[in-house]
């Protein structure tokens, strides 16, 4: 896992105007929160946030404004729908040796039966809680050789030491789909020779 430090500085500014400003000056606005405590609205770095947050679940140490240094794991991230840059983050605070419940990354790795099969993300991400300091990237689940109708539970996937599921144990993850397609093509092509002989 992770941990990248970023310098923030404390904001009193609030609302759109203020956020526009910020945001100029290449920077996004955030909040921090947790543990009980109020809710601490920063500046944040945009190219170093950015760069952070592409890592899913990432560790952030905050300096904040060269005092207090803070733990924090990405919450909610706004980005703008077209230009994809950051608009506003939510921090949660964290403690090193607490458990918190995060969602992690599933990746399919292998080659399905033969047969035009599909794979189906029905769980793009896996709710896991694991300790702050140790959250796993991401989980690689093998596929191969898996035929239609086959499926993934949650319980089927090996997860890291110290990580256990926030999910139902019989949450179905991925599964294969037969394709439609040829079906519809082969369908097509018999009512085309039907009406030739009619």
Do not use: C, W
Request: no cysteine.
């Amino acid at each position: 896992m992770s941990e990248v430090k970023l310098a923030a500085e404390t904001r009193t500014e609030f609302g759109k105007g203020a956020a526009r400003r910020i945001r100029r000056d290449n920077k996004v606005p955030g909040v921090l929160y947790g543990h009980g405590s109020d809710p601490l609205h920063l500046t944040l770095p945009g190219h170093d946030l950015l760069m952070a947050l592409r890592t899913p679940n990432v560790l952030i140490s905050l300096d904040i404004d060269g005092k207090t240094n803070e733990l924090a794991i990405p919450k909610s991230v706004q980005r703008d729908p077209l230009k994809g840059f950051l608009e506003h983050v939510d921090l949660q605070l964290v403690k090193r040796g607490e458990k918190v419940t995060v969602e992690i990354p599933v990746n399919a790795e292998g080659e399905l039966a033969p047969g035009g099969n599909l794979l189906e993300h029905v769980l793009n991400a896996l709710p896991v809680e694991a300790e702050a300091t140790h959250i796993p990237e991401a989980v690689t689940v093998s596929v191969e050789g898996l035929e239609a109708g086959a499926s993934i539970h949650a319980k089927d996937i090996t997860l890291p030491s110290g990580v256990t599921l926030a999910v139902e144990e019989d949450a179905v993850v991925l599964q294969v789909l037969q394709a439609q397609v040829e079906e519809a093509a082969e369908g097509e092509q018999a009512e085309g020779e039907e009406a030739a002989e009619a």
